[in-house]
T-cell receptor, first 116, second 112 residues
């Protein structure tokens, strides 16, 4: 158990809908990262938050947004869903959030989104 | 930007064999992380390396932080069927926006 909690584990929805994925980082970790992993693909970095502030953006679509709350949990909002958005979405957390600071990254078990 | 090249892409080995995989970059990393991911699950951190030349073991797994800081190696000794999965290397960027870079993964299959 990595200590990173993600909900829901599975989600099935229709095209055009909106969903929210939730992540609670490990106790003491200030940084939250979101990744998308499509079938048999690598991990695509979406966005990072550090202590409530957005720190880095990757290949995140405009239809997607995220935020980190004062209690450090984070939510990833996916809207106007398309078939191609079907994927595993992982949240990860680390203590660090500054360039070059190093640190271990711990992943949650993921949320599997299926768009029909 | 910084990239990680991981090889081999896939391996099919017999149970009991040793396995080696590596990760290389054209730029320096200060931390190397090795993960294992099983189908439908999240990556699990296996080993973290923080110092050039460092050699760290976790059971049958041994990883090394290359002297040049541009590469890292993961060895698995006496493989067993449950070693099956995808192994990723990763490291945090050392300049610019802070994020983690991931290798493309080595897919390992163990034949009993």
């Amino acid at each position: 158990d990595s200590g990173v909690t993600q909900t829901p584990k599975h989600l099935i929805t229709a095209t055009g809908q909106r969903v929210t994925l939730r992540c609670s980082p490990r106790s003491g970790d200030l940084s939250v990262y979101w990744y998308q992993q499509s079938l048999d693909q690598g991990l695509q970095f979406l966005i990072q938050y550090y202590n409530g502030e957005e720190r880095a953006k990757g290949n995140i679509l405009e239809r997607f947004s995220a935020q980190q709350f004062p209690d450090l949990h984070s939510e990833l909002n996916l809207s106007s869903l398309e078939l191609g958005d079907s994927a595993l979405y992982f949240c990860a957390s680390s203590v660090m959030g500054l360039a070059g600071a190093g640190g271990e990254l711990f992943f949650g078990e993921g949320s599997r989104l299926t768009v029909l | 930007g910084q990239q990680l090249n991981q090889s081999p892409q896939s391996m099919f080995i017999q149970e009991g064999e040793d396995v080696s995989m590596n990760c290389t970059s054209s730029s320096i990393f200060n931390t190397w992380l090795w993960y294992k991911q099983e189908p439908g699950e999240g990556p699990v951190l296996l080993i973290a390396l923080y110092k050039a030349g460092e050699l760290t073991s976790n059971g049958r797994l041994t990883a090394q932080f290359g002297i040049t800081r541009k590469d890292s190696f993961l060895n698995i000794s006496a493989s067993i069927p449950s070693d099956v999965g995808i192994y990723f290397c990763a490291g945090p960027t050392t300049s610019g926006t802070y994020k983690y870079i991931f290798g493309t993964g080595t897919r390992l299959k163990v034949l009993a």
